[in-house]
């Protein structure tokens, strides 16, 4: 039976209260009658300023008439709406942030249960992190990616082509005006961006791990099925508060398993690494890197989508979206885990079918696109917490690779001497980039895709061994090592890394080593100085002050629970 969570405001006085709230209940039209039904709040992150959230006025309206016909009260309330391209420094630096004002206004608000609202890259996990730690009644519903761009027959995706043609353009291969048509056609439809990016990955992950109903990861946002899940998620909200089942219930270790392997399965982006192991550790779950690595070494990789693939959304949610990939690799994941439907995954995927006509895209368990190592942990001297790679979006002749490192101390340095045709580099050189983790940006921006310098672009290359403590977006590809932990910024062995030394990666074997030898790096230690970025006020401030590092998923420390707190109190 549904627990009774509308706590009212303290006015110091529990029967003023009830009395003052009725009064407003009333207000909005509400007998008190109705008042005793279950209220089911639905945290709408539309924006004008976030592109990918523009569409979601006719969502909010079915998941309201599912709950109407539940018998349920719905409540639209709004919270931070985080967009990648009109945000700066970069959402990463936000995500916390919408995270906090997701939890703090469903625990304030007299709310039973409620349904989220995300899409874009960090609103996703924010709202789950916000609902993991609120512990309430909770469905995931994403908005849905866009359709597919087209210029002159090619199929365009955002934003894998926003990369791909902007490199073009620099090596002079592309023209201005066909580079401005490109870019007309790179967003053409409503919804989050359309390829395996961070935004459909972490959509995919909602579905994994049980939080959204079965279909929804997939669906397009200009598809009637989006609609048909909100009013079914609107319907299913007020059934999960009558059973009272919480997010607790469902997020728990063998459910985050499964989210790592769809991970793996799809191809999808490093920034779930982080976004998953900071959901996670808000119940008190701890996944460590090497949990991505050990479960991604032997999990087939099957959805043919891009970056890493040919296809994208529209084309995956043809043929059956997350959950035909789930049912692929049904023997690899735990079936007995609960969902957001009431029922189990093994009983929601009894039906499911891959499209025959689709296994290009979805390819059988038997034929995968690719064995395992969706997401490769490294580890070695120059990242002791580890960083991660995606092999499978890396040129496979550099996977193993020893070469002269490039320094670029922050991203203003790179921006300033990377078009230099005097920059001393070399195309078996390794390009890195520093100060540019969490603390050190600060936020972790998507700079970790570094370009090629100019005059090796003209010489005709396209990839070189790229090494950061930052991120990169989903969407991008080459051979890019993310994530470095701990960052220079706050003394890793990232920052002694200068231009000059020999790194060797070697992705098979999983490791990362500057071949520097130790009386050197002692010397260079003592020499270290933190940047001077530090902020004296402010959001900013905090974020500094309590941010973690990318092995532990970027939360803030004091957001975790007691127990990972004392844990991790041993590490930076
Ligand atoms: Fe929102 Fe790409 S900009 S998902």
């Given at each position: 039976?549904?627990?009774?969570?509308k706590?009212?405001?303290?006015y110091?006085?529990?029967?003023?209260?009830?009395f003052?709230?009725?009064?407003?209940?009333?207000?909005?039209g509400?007998?008190?009658?109705?008042?005793?039904?279950?209220t089911?709040?639905?945290?709408?992150?539309?924006?004008?300023?976030?592109?990918?959230?523009?569409?979601?006025g006719?969502?909010?309206?079915?998941?309201k008439?599912?709950?109407?016909?539940?018998?349920?009260i719905p409540?639209?309330?709004?919270?931070?709406?985080?967009?990648?391209?009109?945000?700066?420094?970069?959402?990463?630096?936000?995500?916390?942030?919408?995270?906090?004002?997701?939890?703090?206004?469903i625990s304030?608000?007299?709310?039973?249960?409620?349904?989220?609202?995300?899409g874009?890259?960090?609103?996703?996990?924010?709202?789950?992190?916000?609902?993991?730690?609120?512990?309430?009644?909770?469905i995931?519903?994403?908005g849905?990616?866009?359709d597919?761009?087209?210029?002159?027959?090619?199929?365009?995706?955002?934003?894998?082509?926003?990369?791909f043609?902007?490199?073009?353009?620099?090596?002079?291969?592309?023209?201005?005006?066909?580079?401005d048509?490109?870019?007309?056609?790179?967003?053409?439809?409503?919804?989050?961006?359309?390829?395996?990016?961070?935004?459909?990955?972490?959509?995919?992950?909602?579905e994994?791990?049980?939080?959204?109903?079965?279909?929804g990861?997939?669906?397009?946002?200009?598809?009637n099925?989006k609609?048909?899940e909100?009013?079914?998620?609107?319907?299913?909200?007020?059934?999960?508060?009558?059973?009272?089942?919480?997010?607790?219930?469902?997020?728990?270790?063998?459910?985050?398993?499964?989210?790592?392997?769809?991970?793996?399965?799809?191809?999808?982006?490093?920034?779930?690494?982080?976004h998953?192991?900071a959901?996670?550790?808000?119940?008190?779950?701890?996944l460590?890197?090497?949990?991505?690595?050990?479960?991604?070494?032997?999990?087939?990789?099957?959805?043919?989508?891009?970056?890493?693939?040919?296809?994208?959304?529209?084309?995956?949610s043809?043929?059956?979206?997350?959950?035909?990939?789930?049912?692929?690799?049904?023997?690899?994941?735990?079936?007995?885990?609960?969902?957001?439907?009431?029922?189990?995954?093994?009983?929601?995927?009894?039906?499911?079918?891959?499209?025959?006509?689709?296994?290009?895209v979805?390819?059988?368990?038997?034929?995968?696109?690719?064995?395992?190592?969706?997401?490769?942990v490294?580890?070695g001297?120059?990242a002791?917490?580890?960083?991660v790679?995606?092999?499978k979006?890396?040129?496979?002749?550099?996977?193993?690779?020893?070469?002269r490192?490039?320094v670029?101390?922050?991203?203003?340095?790179?921006?300033?001497?990377?078009?230099?045709?005097?920059l001393?580099?070399?195309?078996?050189?390794?390009?890195?980039?520093k100060?540019?983790?969490?603390?050190?940006?600060?936020?972790?921006?998507?700079a970790?895709m570094?370009?090629?310098?100019?005059?090796?672009?003209e010489?005709?290359?396209?990839?070189?061994?790229?090494?950061?403590?930052c991120?990169?977006?989903?969407?991008?590809?080459?051979?890019i090592?993310l994530?470095?932990?701990?960052?220079?910024?706050?003394g890793?062995p990232?920052?002694l890394?200068?231009t000059?030394?020999?790194?060797?990666?070697?992705?098979?074997?999983?490791?990362?080593?500057?071949?520097?030898?130790?009386?050197?790096?002692?010397?260079r230690?003592?020499h270290?100085?933190?940047?001077?970025?530090?902020?004296?006020?402010?959001?900013?401030k905090?974020?500094?002050?309590?941010?973690?590092?990318?092995?532990?998923?970027?939360?803030?420390?004091?957001?975790?629970p007691?127990?990972?707190?004392?844990?991790?109190?041993?590490?930076?």
């Amino acid at each position: 039976m549904a627990k009774d969570r509308k706590q009212t405001a303290s006015y110091g006085d529990e029967g003023f209260s009830v009395f003052l709230r009725q009064a407003f209940a009333r207000h909005m039209g509400h007998t008190k009658k109705d008042w005793e039904k279950p209220t089911i709040g639905i945290c709408n992150t539309q924006s004008e300023v976030n592109r990918c959230h523009t569409h979601f006025g006719p969502i909010v309206e079915a998941v309201k008439r599912g709950v109407l016909m539940e018998g349920g009260i719905p409540l639209e309330f709004p919270t931070i709406s985080l967009g990648e391209s009109f945000t700066s420094p970069t959402t990463m630096m936000f995500r916390n942030l919408a995270a906090m004002d997701t939890e703090e206004m469903i625990s304030a608000q007299p709310l039973d249960g409620v349904v989220l609202i995300g899409g874009c890259d960090k609103m996703t996990p924010a709202q789950l992190m916000g609902a993991a730690s609120a512990d309430i009644p909770s469905i995931m519903i994403t908005g849905g990616g866009m359709d597919n761009g087209e210029y002159e027959g090619k199929t365009l995706g955002a934003c894998s082509d926003c990369r791909f043609f902007w490199q073009e353009y620099r090596s002079g291969s592309v023209s201005e005006e066909e580079l401005d048509n490109i870019n007309q056609a790179l967003a053409p439809s409503a919804g989050h961006c359309m390829v395996m990016g961070s935004a459909s990955t972490m959509a995919v992950v909602s579905e994994a791990l049980g939080m959204m109903l079965p279909g929804g990861a997939a669906t397009l946002a200009t598809d009637n099925r989006k609609l048909a899940e909100a009013q079914e998620a609107g319907k299913q909200i007020v059934n999960l508060v009558e059973k009272d089942i919480v997010p607790s219930d469902i997020m728990t270790e063998k459910a985050f398993d499964n989210a790592i392997r769809m991970i793996m399965a799809v191809g999808g982006s490093t920034n779930a690494v982080i976004h998953l192991t900071a959901i996670a550790g808000r119940l008190g779950i701890k996944l460590p890197l090497s949990r991505f690595d050990t479960l991604g070494q032997d999990t087939p990789f099957i959805a043919n989508l891009r970056p890493a693939g040919e296809y994208q959304m529209k084309e995956f949610s043809h043929a059956g979206g997350a959950r035909a990939v789930m049912k692929e690799i049904e023997t690899y994941l735990h079936t007995d885990v609960l969902t957001v439907t009431g029922q189990s995954l093994k009983e929601n995927l009894a039906d499911v079918t891959v499209s025959p006509n689709y296994r290009h895209v979805i390819r059988p368990l038997a034929d995968p696109l690719h064995e395992g190592d969706g997401i490769a942990v490294l580890t070695g001297n120059i990242a002791p917490n580890g960083a991660v790679i995606k092999p499978k979006a890396a040129s496979a002749a550099l996977l193993k690779h020893e070469g002269r490192a490039v320094v670029f101390e922050s991203t203003a340095d790179m921006e300033q001497k990377v078009n230099d045709p005097d920059l001393d580099v070399e195309a078996d050189d390794i390009l890195v980039l520093k100060n540019t983790g969490p603390r050190g940006a600060p936020g972790m921006p998507e700079a970790g895709m570094l370009p090629i310098p100019k005059k090796l672009l003209e010489q005709g290359v396209r990839d070189m061994v790229r090494i950061s403590d930052c991120r990169m977006s989903g969407t991008a590809f080459g051979t890019i090592v993310l994530h470095v932990s701990p960052e220079s910024a706050v003394g890793g062995p990232f920052a002694l890394v200068e231009t000059g030394d020999t790194i060797r990666m070697d992705v098979q074997a999983r490791e990362l080593e500057l071949l520097v030898d130790e009386t050197e790096l002692a010397r260079r230690r003592e020499h270290f100085a933190p940047p001077e970025n530090g902020a004296e006020r402010g959001y900013k401030k905090l974020f500094q002050e309590h941010v973690l590092q990318a092995d532990q998923g970027c939360d803030f420390d004091f957001l975790m629970p007691p127990s990972l707190r004392l844990a991790d109190k041993t590490k930076d």
